[in-house]
Structure formats: C-alpha cells, structure tokens
C-alpha cells in the first residue's frame, strides 16, 4: 500500500491517494486529477465541507466516475456556499497570516458538489484488504470526520494539525461541539499513530 500527498494549491491543503493492487481511495480531492492515471478510483471521500478539501470533487467524478462519501452533515453543506466557503474563500485567503500566498487563488464562487454515500457517527468499510473506519469529528464544522485506515494511520482533516490550535471560528465551526465530541475523539486517537492532517506535512501522535 502507498499513501502520497499532494499539495492542492489552496492554502497548502493535503489531497491523499491511497493505493493498493491497482485500486486508490483519494482523500480531499483537488483539482489535479492526473496523479491516479492508470488507478481504477473506488471512491473519494472528503473529511469536511470547506473549499480547500473538496475543490476536485467534480473533476475526480468526471475523469474516473468514483462516487463521494462523507458525514451526512458534510452532504448537506456540500451544496451550500456559505458553510462549503466557495463564497468567500479568496477574501479568507487574502486574510492569512500565517501562509505566504504567491498569488491568491481564483476561486468559483458558486462552487457546490454532491455525495452519493453518507453516514452518521461512523462506519467502516473494506477496501484492498484494509480497513477505513470513519468517524464524526464536528467542531472545526459540521461535518468534520477523522479516518482510520487499519491501526497505524488516522486522517484527521483540519481538526488535528500540527502545532496548531483547532480553527473553531469558521462558518459551522462550534465550541461545544468540539468540546462535547470532537476532542474527546481526537484524544482518543492512539499515541504513535501517523496522522495525515489536512494541511502540513505528517506526523506521529504523542
Ligand atoms: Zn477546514
């Protein structure tokens, strides 16, 4: 099995292929559909609704038919401009600080896409001989999720980064959810798992 990351060009998320036998999940899809030539895509999953995580959907669907699986709360946000952050994702991005932009990106404003699979709380499947456990992890939005895959690595989207305080404050964003659920979770995740976050490079939980 290989795990490769790719910079999507927006504010340095992560897009992740996993591929296995000649079979790839993609995690976070951008724009850039070129690294899975020759791959048949079983699925893309997304582990949340902003911009930055899913502005390839529509592409991946197009080039290699695979259908989208997320938390029902990131399905219905995936339709809507304002929780999904099309609308305003230039102007955020003109207002970070902590990312040198060479050039702010150009953004389709009414950008919306859809998830043919959803669930609730969490789920598992099988894949390549592997497991991908899906689980909630609301707070940074709604519709957040963390992913497992088998006991040694954990996707955690923008609700673990390295060396960075959770972002709470975003259009779906909630205190209480995190503090309720989604940390917990978090803490819950096993020392000395490798964690892919949704921005920045990997590394091992302590
Ligand atoms: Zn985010």
């Not at 896409?113 to 099988?126: G, N, P, R």
């Not at 709470?168 to 490798?194: D, F, H, M, N, Y």
Request: proline share 4%; hydrophobic share 35%; aromatic share 8%.
């Amino acid at each position: 099995m290989e795990i490769k990351a790719y910079d999507s060009g927006l504010l340095a998320s992560n897009m992740y292929i996993i591929s296995e036998n000649g079979h790839a999940v993609v995690i976070d899809p951008s724009r850039d559909t070129s690294p899975a030539k020759g791959l048949t895509v079983d699925l893309l999953i997304v582990t949340h609704e902003h911009y930055d995580h899913i502005s390839g959907v529509n592409d991946w669907k197009r080039e290699y038919g695979a259908p989208l699986l997320c938390s029902e709360k990131c399905a219905e946000n995936l339709g809507n401009t304002l929780m999904n952050q099309a609308r305003h994702f230039d102007v955020f991005c003109e207002l970070q600080t902590w990312i040198k932009l060479d050039e702010i990106p150009r953004t389709d404003h009414a950008y919306t896409c859809a998830a043919e699979k959803t669930f609730t709380d969490s789920m598992s499947l099988e894949w390549q001989g592997h497991e991908l456990r899906l689980i909630e992890i609301p707070g940074h939005s709604q519709g957040s999720i963390g992913i497992y895959l088998d006991d040694d690595g954990f996707f955690s989207g923008d609700s673990l980064l390295e060396g960075k305080e959770t972002e709470l404050r975003l259009p779906g964003g909630s205190k209480k959810q995190w503090r309720e659920i989604g940390e917990p979770r978090i803490k819950a995740v096993p020392e000395g798992t490798t964690i892919y976050p949704g921005h920045f490079g990997k590394f091992v939980k302590i």
